[in-house]
């Protein structure tokens, strides 16, 4: 795309709003496309969030030579976390933001893996052979805080602002003073609330998530699921596993007795890989969150020139492992956008053309996939159903 011109509020290194552009020979005059006033700086755009999504819609927009600014409303980034899943759309979507190599080289292939009873009996293998045989590639593990950690050096010193938060209320006044808005900001995001009202919240999905990791290492995936609960374990960097589990229960609950104890009474008496991960666990060590997806699935995903992406655009429930993909493929495909249209309007309608379709319908999926994995009777029917999904063929890779 042409770059669009406005005069930008900000320098896209980090520098508040308000402030005047670094000058550098970036800045040279370039044209403008019709309908916009030319002007002598590069086009400018706002990231609110510095998530995996928003980092990685930053390094791609700078790459084009945009100038951008990010904005964080938590005070640093997050410290620790559990492994992600990268599939292989996604590890492509890291290396057209040059950094894939390293995703690779520091996350741990996922080498086999399968589904099983609480027995330990399988219900299903996982194809990874013909995952990699498919695209070329496998699905990486990596953590979060390992993840946020290669795109915050990608992106570059200072490239994120923290302690900024964003109310939906600003949205006018970004818009005036940048030519693009990026609502990167979560799963509660109120950018979404603000541009398209309070039924485009999250919801609550039914059942509570615990994860953590734990000292040790092994070589496979695996997800056991019993009477509406579930337990995975998976590989991580550094010598850790990662695990998560599953349950039905109220919103906003919690354990008296602690969650170490709490999984212990829902799991205890499952297979011995199970019993080896809670037999580890400590308190302090494992985080309990409520899940939540947007139920009511957004009409589109910009509204003028604030457009939405991640979490913030299709937050889904996390069965199908796809959240953090889904981000890097909406950063990828907006800067795609945005080089090839003519301007901003036209580049945000083609992004969500391509976008939309396509996450709502994992969103689908996903949602189907935590009903199943919630139903308590009839539960070797239930398998039998996740066993074909799988010989049919899984989520795209």
């Known amino acids: 795309m042409k770059p669009p011109v406005v005069t930008p509020s900000s320098s896209g290194s980090g520098t508040c709003p308000g402030q005047p552009p670094h000058s550098s020979p970036e800045d040279a005059p370039k044209p403008a496309p019709a309908g916009r006033s030319s002007s002598a700086v590069r086009p400018s755009a706002v990231v609110i969030g510095g998530g995996i999504?928003?980092?990685?819609?930053?390094?791609?927009?700078?790459?084009?030579?945009?100038?951008?600014?990010?904005?964080?409303?938590?005070?640093?980034?997050?410290?620790?976390?559990?492994?992600?899943g990268l599939w292989p759309s996604a590890l492509a979507a890291l290396d057209a933001l040059g950094i894939g190599t390293a995703v690779r080289n520091l996350g741990r292939p996922q080498t086999g893996g399968a589904f099983l009873r609480p027995d330990g009996r399988r219900i299903a293998v996982l194809d990874v052979a013909g995952l990699a045989r498919r695209t070329g590639d496998a699905v990486h593990l990596l953590s979060r805080p390992a993840l946020l950690g290669l795109l915050h050096?990608?992106?570059?010193?200072?490239?994120?602002?923290?302690?900024?938060?964003?109310?939906?209320?600003?949205?006018?006044?970004?818009?005036?003073?940048?030519?693009?808005?990026?609502?990167?900001?979560?799963?509660?995001?109120?950018?979404?609330?603000?541009?398209?009202?309070?039924?485009?919240?999250?919801?609550?999905?039914?059942?509570?998530?615990?994860?953590?990791?734990?000292?040790?290492?092994?070589?496979?995936?695996t997800e056991t699921w019993g009477e509406g609960r579930r337990f995975g374990i998976?590989?991580?960097?550094?010598?850790?596993?990662?695990?998560?589990?599953?349950?039905?229960?109220?919103?906003?609950?919690r354990s008296p007795d602690g969650e170490p104890a709490a999984l212990r009474a829902r799991f205890g008496h499952w297979h011995?890989?199970?019993?080896?991960?809670?037999?580890?666990?400590?308190?302090?060590?494992?985080?309990?969150?409520?899940?939540?997806?947007?139920?009511?699935?957004?009409?589109?995903?910009?509204?003028?020139?604030?457009?939405?992406?991640g979490d913030a655009a299709h937050a889904m429930t996390p069965d199908l492992g796809r959240g953090a993909c889904e981000?890097?493929?909406?950063?990828?495909?907006?800067?795609?956008?945005?080089?090839a249209a003519p301007d901003i309007p036209s580049a945000l309608r083609a992004y969500d053309a391509k976008r939309r379709p396509a996450t709502q319908r994992l969103a689908r999926t996903a949602r189907a996939m935590n009903r199943m994995a919630r139903v308590r009777r009839c539960t070797g029917a239930r398998n039998a159903v996740l066993r074909a999904a799988l010989t049919i063929g899984g989520p795209p890779p």
């Open 272 to 309: 011995a890989a199970v019993r080896d991960i809670l037999d580890r666990l400590e308190e302090g060590e494992v985080l309990r969150h409520d899940l939540y997806h947007l139920d009511l699935p957004l009409p589109r995903y910009f509204s003028g020139r604030t457009v939405l992406l």
């Open 234 to 253: 998976t590989p991580q960097e550094g010598g850790r596993t990662n695990w998560f589990a599953a349950a039905p229960e109220p919103p906003g609950a």
């Open 53 to 84: 999504g928003g980092l990685a819609t930053a390094i791609a927009l700078r790459s084009d030579g945009w100038q951008v600014d990010v904005l964080e409303r938590a005070d640093a980034a997050p410290p620790a976390g559990t492994a992600l």
């Open 153 to 221: 050096d990608a992106a570059g010193p200072g490239a994120v602002r923290f302690g900024a938060p964003v109310d939906g209320g600003r949205l006018p006044a970004l818009e005036a003073a940048y030519d693009l808005v990026i609502a990167a900001d979560g799963l509660n995001s109120r950018a979404r609330t603000a541009l398209f009202g309070p039924a485009y919240r999250a919801v609550y999905a039914g059942a509570t998530g615990w994860r953590g990791t734990v000292t040790g290492d092994i070589g496979t995936y």
């Open 327 to 339: 981000a890097l493929l909406d950063a990828v495909e907006l800067a795609s956008a945005l080089r």
